[in-house]
T-cell receptor
Framework: KAGVTQTPRYLIKTRGQQVTLSCSPI?????VSWYQQTPGQGLQFLFE???????NKGNFPGRFSGRQFSNSRSEMNVSTLELGDSALYLC???????????FGQGTRLTVV | QKEVEQNSGPLSVPEGAIASLNCTYS??????FFWYRQYSGKSPELIMS????GDKEDGRFTAQLNKASQYVSLLIRDSQPSDSATYLC?????????????FGSGTRLSIRP
């Protein structure tokens, strides 16, 4: 069974640009969550999607958005990039509520 | 108060000894609790999940949950150098109808030979 797949693995963007990251969950998993990890802040919850609906949202500005498609694949978008957005972005999938989350390998975003 | 709190460490334990990692959480309504291990430059890897009060054992790992005290712990027996990593405590926050897993800041564990 394939795990969680995130693309791309690495990205370098310039301030002011926008970026789209992709996540394919484990087959059969319908919930996808996104996290930002930085050395200073640790793993911060961005949002969670289930059946194409955002059910939970963390404390991030509106520049961070996401969506989920009917096949459970998810994308997150960051607009008007800032230097502080440089981080490892992790996607996790869960089978159903209250169950374990399994992470992808992450996308390392560098904003210059 | 942070939703999930851990001692950041580093925690240094001699090889072969027991490593004890602790975590507290703020929301009494939380129902699901997890421990993840993260090596430097890698993504978190699930070690244990625990849902009810008491102990749950899996090989060298034992998770302990005390909902009354809002406390979760992880014991690693016979610690090995390969156990050196950051350990993340994670809690699924209410409502139980949705997934919102919040992570602690992690405890860095170092196993010294």
């Amino acid at each position: 069974k394939a795990g969680v797949t995130q693309t791309p693995r690495y990205l370098i963007k310039t301030r002011g640009q926008q970026v789209t990251l992709s996540c394919s969950p484990i087959s059969g998993h319908r919930s996808v969550s996104w996290y930002q990890q930085t050395p200073g802040q640790g793993l911060q919850f961005l949002f969670e999607y289930f059946s194409e609906t955002q059910r939970n949202k963390g404390n991030f500005p509106g520049r961070f958005s996401g969506r989920q498609f009917s096949n459970s694949r998810s994308e997150m978008n960051v607009s008007t990039l800032e230097l502080g957005d440089s981080a490892l972005y992790l996607c996790a999938s869960t089978l159903t509520v209250n169950t374990e989350a399994f992470f992808g390998q992450g996308t390392r975003l560098t904003v210059v | 108060q942070k939703e999930v709190e851990q001692n950041s460490g580093p925690l240094s334990v001699p090889e072969g000894a027991i490593a004890s990692l602790n975590c507290t959480y703020s929301d009494r309504g939380s129902q699901s609790f997890f421990w993840y291990r993260q090596y430097s430059g890698k993504s978190p890897e699930l070690i244990m999940s625990i849902y009810s009060n008491g102990d749950k054992e899996d090989g060298r790992f034992t998770a302990q949950l005390n909902k009354a005290s809002q406390y979760v712990s992880l014991l690693i027996r016979d610690s090995q150098p390969s156990d050196s990593a950051t350990y993340l405590c994670a809690v699924n926050m209410p409502p139980s109808s949705a997934s919102k897993i919040i992570f602690g800041s992690g405890t860095r564990l170092s196993i010294r030979p």
